[in-house]
């Protein structure tokens, strides 16, 4: 299996600030890779794939970049309704994994 | 607008089959593939496989030996049976779209394993 880890695994940021989350594989997944939000007691929400692609409808300050192992999601202006847990995923082998996630809080 | 809906008991004994059913609308279940993913309280996300609309599937080897997916094309439903449950296996269960991108998911639904 492919090993994905994210750090940090929580962190308290003021509103406004820039946010960067990093995820790595522990094999290369090239661009494999999707970044999802997910708020307390709802399913994940789809935010980029393939590394970079922002979904339809989520805000410009959310991006992301990386390739091969080494990744990182900003988020560029911190919201308060950004407060959530994000995690990553790797589609470049089976079976499908997810980082443990980060957790975002407001400061 | 797709949407996806789990449904099934929430309470499970030990070593009994943990049955969910996945009904979709506002899409065609043969036009994707369709995944489950759990998440035990307070903790990640697990991918659990998925099913083609031909029945093809793909499991996670870590639970490939319990899980059998099937898809009801007639009803537009997809199912899982996980057998022989724990404790360990509590968790919220989420049906998805897609086996790479899951853009589309259901709002989850908890499973306890306890007797």
């Known amino acids: 299996d492919i090993q994905m880890t994210q750090s940090p695994s929580s962190l308290s940021a003021s509103v406004g600030d820039r946010v960067t989350i990093t995820c790595q594989a522990s094999?290369?997944?090239?661009?494999?890779l999707n970044w999802y939000q997910q708020k307390p007691g709802k399913a994940p929400k789809l935010l980029i794939s393939e590394a970079s692609d922002l979904q339809t409808g989520v805000p410009s300050r959310f991006s992301g970049s990386g390739s091969g192992t080494h990744f990182t999601f900003t988020i560029s202006s911190l919201q308060p309704e950004d407060i959530a847990t994000y995690y990553c995923q790797q589609y470049d082998n089976f079976p499908r994994t997810f980082g443990p996630g980060t957790k975002v809080d407001i400061k | 607008q797709v949407q996806l809906q789990e449904s099934g008991p929430g309470l499970v004994k030990p070593s009994e089959t943990l049955s969910l059913t996945c009904s979709v609308s506002?899409?065609?279940?043969?036009?994707?593939?369709w995944s489950w993913i759990r998440q035990p309280p307070g903790k990640g996300l697990e991918w659990i496989g998925y099913?083609?609309?031909?029945?093809?599937?793909n499991y996670n080897p870590s639970l490939k030996s319990r899980v059998t997916m099937s898809v009801d094309t007639s009803n537009n439903q997809f199912s899982l049976k996980l057998s022989s449950v724990t404790t360990a296996d509590t968790a919220v269960y989420y049906c998805a779209r897609g086996r790479s991108i899951h853009r589309y998911w259901g709002q989850g639904t908890l499973v306890t394993v306890s007797s």
């Open positions: 094999h290369d997944i090239s661009k494999y």
């Open positions: 099913i083609y609309y031909t029945g093809n599937t």
């Open positions: 506002g899409d065609s279940i043969s036009s994707y593939y």
